[in-house]
Structures are given as C-alpha cells and as structure tokens.
C-alpha cells in the first residue's frame, strides 16, 4: 500500500515525459485521488490491452482520451467523459481521418469540460455575451 | 520594391525576409518606402513562425499613414482572431469606425462577418454584413436568420436523462444513440438481475457501469447537438467563402515612365528666295 501510495504521489507531482507528450497529446500532473486513477488506466494501457489488442478506432486511443479526461475535468468528469467515448466509439467515420490515415481524429479538446456542459455554464455564458449559440 | 513584392506574390518568405534586410541595408529610402518594406518583412517573419516579433512589428507600423497602417492594423486584427476570435473582430469592427475611407473596408468587413458566424453570433453578423454592405447569398441569409435549425444542448440532455439515445436522436445522431439506448439496457437489466438474485457483488460493478454510461449519455447527447451545431456553423461559413474580397496587399506603384526626349530645337533658315529676272 505504501509503494502504491509513494508511486501515485510521484506520478501526481512528476515532470511531464516528452515522449509520453508525443504519444498521449497531452500528459497531466494532478492531485492524489486524479493520479490513482490514472494510474489504473496505465496499468490497463501497459498490461492489459497489449493481449487485447487495439480495438479503439478512435485517436488519442480510449485509455489515452481517459487519462486527459481526468487530468483536464477531474475525476467525476473524466470518468463521465471516458464513457461518453466508449459509446461514441461505435460510430468512428463522424470523426475526421486522423494523420496516421488508419484511425479516426478525435482529441480531447473538441470537446467541452463536462461539468461545463452539463451544468450548462458555457452556454449560459456565451448567450449571456449575445451568441445564438453554444459551441 | 518590386522584387519585394514578387516574393511576397510567390510567397518565398525566407528570400522575402533576406532581401528586406538587403534592402534596409543598401538603399537610402523614402520613409513611405522603408516602412513598405518593415510591413513585407513582417509578414514573412509571421509566415517564417515568429508570430510575437512580427505582431510586435505590425504595432510600430500601426500607426504609419497610408495603406501601411491599415494593413499592419488588419495584420493585427488577424492574429487576435487565432487567440481571442471576439478580441479579433472588434478591431475589424474598429478599422471600420475608425477608417470609414479605408482602402480594406470590403475585407474588414467581410472578415468580421465571418468572425462572428465563426464564433456563434449569428445574429450579429447578419447585421454586421447588413450594415457594411456586404450582400449575402439567399442561403447565408436563411442559415444566419434561422436558428431554429440548431440544437440546443440543455434540451438533448434533458431528453437523454429522461430516456437514454433520445437527446442523440434529436441532435441528428442515430447510430450514438442506437448505442447508448443498448449499452444502458443491458446495463440496467444486468443491474435489475442482480439485485434480484441479491448478487451484490455483481450489482456493484453493473451499478458503477451502468451509472458511468448513463452520465456518459447525457454528456454524449449536449456534445452531439454541440457537435450538430458546430457542423451548422460550418456551412453556414462555407457559404459565405464566396463573397470573400481579394486578400489585401500593398497597392502597386504606377511604374515610373521614362521621360521623352526632349526636341532638338532645329533652326528652319527660310528658303532662299531666287530673284526673279
């Protein structure tokens, strides 16, 4: 428990890793509670996937999108975030043909945070500033 | 200049960039001359990546009479445009107050138009364009005035609380919401199950997937009618590419005719008159 413990807080407050940059888009340094979490997902990534094999059509790959997802919105969000995917991965050719031409396109920041949406304060924010629209 | 400008129609920025400091180096410029050049310059070392040191320089020559304070102004109106979009057509809005004898009005206007559609101010870019002129096509005009074709996200969300897949139904999203009204099924039945044959252990894990796709659902149906709208929005600027005025540039000189000769002035000695006998 306390290797796990000691290895959650190094991840929480770890330099970001350049090559983990390059793959994951975007790598995040949070809080305690955030980096457990995050910290199943590259259990998942590392150990489990592998024998599964990539079935995720949809890039940053699922786990990936996870991990920003927590690190952006926190952890409720980004679990709410995680699943939302997971039921949009069925549907990948609504999603623009990522650079690698075998995988379809879609990042994390195409979408709002989900505290944001579902609570509605972008769109009461920008109605409030005179858009017709939330987008 | 002329090289300069070639370069810049050919947009070899590095060869623009060089020759600029060639020609600050060489010639004894007019100041009209000098800041033409400091304005190409600018705009290759924006082209070359360093957005910051040429916005930087566009603001010196902001101030510049004549085409090259207009257009390090629409210069700079551009790149806040990339940062803050509303920052961005405020200063298109700006030049148009402030210049109402621009030599760029058509393309300030046409690009706070297209700003404000960008960014969701339907409405205001329809008056925007309205009261600068610009003729919109029936379809720009009809997709502008109509908001109705937009879905709200608060609305899909509510439907999708109320039954999962009906908000993605109503952002125009049938197969993701095929999807989410199956994965919550059999989650919910699983969940049901469970608690029937009082399996806790199972209900805990149907229980924390069941409630993740369901939230996940809700979020999923205010990010589909986002996505519809943004879709919408898309087009509508799309429509409006048409009216799109040539990009601004420096106005060609006239080129400098090379004088006449002057006349030779001939002496005519009248003719000789023969006497008559």
């Known amino acids: 428990m306390l290797s796990l413990f000691l290895l959650t807080v190094t991840t929480a407050w770890a330099e970001p890793d350049p090559a983990r940059m390059l793959r994951d888009d975007r790598v995040v340094t949070t809080g305690p509670v955030d980096a457990t979490a995050q910290l199943g997902l590259v259990v998942w990534r590392e150990l489990v996937s592998p024998g599964d094999g990539a079935r995720c059509p949809l890039r940053p790959s699922c786990s990936g999108y996870s991990r920003q997802a927590v690190g952006r919105d926190g952890l409720i969000g980004g679990i709410v975030l995680t699943f939302d995917r997971l039921l949009r991965d069925s549907n990948p050719s609504a999603y623009p043909l990522a650079p690698d031409g075998l995988h379809f396109s879609d990042p994390l920041h195409s979408h709002m945070p989900a505290g944001e949406l579902l609570l509605g304060g972008a769109c009461r924010r920008s109605r409030a500033d005179g858009a017709d629209l939330c987008l | ?277």
Do not use: C
């Open chain 2, 1 to 277: 200049m002329p090289l300069l400008n070639e370069l810049a129609r050919r947009e070899d920025w590095q060869g623009l960039h060089t020759e600029a400091i060639r020609v600050r180096f060489h010639g004894a410029l007019s100041p009209e001359t000098l800041a033409e050049v400091d304005y190409l310059d600018a705009v290759a070392i924006r082209e070359l990546g360093d957005p910051q040191r040429s916005l930087a320089e566009m603001e010196r020559l902001r101030s510049t009479p004549g085409p090259v304070g207009e257009l390090a102004e629409l210069a700079i109106a551009e790149a806040w445009v990339g940062i803050l979009p509303r920052q961005g057509v405020g200063m298109y809005q700006g030049y148009l107050t402030t210049r109402p004898d621009g030599l760029y009005r058509d393309w300030a206007a046409y690009q706070a138009t297209v700003g404000l559609a960008q960014d969701g101010y339907f409405s205001m870019a329809l008056t925007q364009a309205e009261a600068t002129g610009l003729t919109l096509s029936p379809d720009a005009t009809l997709m502008l005035s109509d908001p109705g074709r937009f879905k709200r996200p608060l609305v899909a969300a509510a439907l999708s609380g109320g039954l999962p897949g009906a908000g993605q139904l109503y952002a125009r999203q049938p197969q993701e919401a095929l999807s989410a009204l199956t994965v919550n099924a059999l989650f919910a039945t699983g969940m049901i199950l469970a608690a029937r044959d009082r399996q806790w252990t199972a209900l805990g894990v149907a229980g924390f997937f069941g409630v993740g796709f369901y939230f996940g659902n809700i979020y999923g149906a205010a990010d589909a009618a986002i996505r519809h709208n943004r879709a919408l929005r898309d087009d509508v600027v799309r429509s409006l590419d048409p009216l799109a005025p040539p990009p601004p540039s420096l106005p060609e000189r006239v080129p400098r005719q090379p004088r006449p000769p002057e006349p030779i002035p001939v002496e005519l000695s009248p003719p000789a008159v023969e006497p008559s006998p």
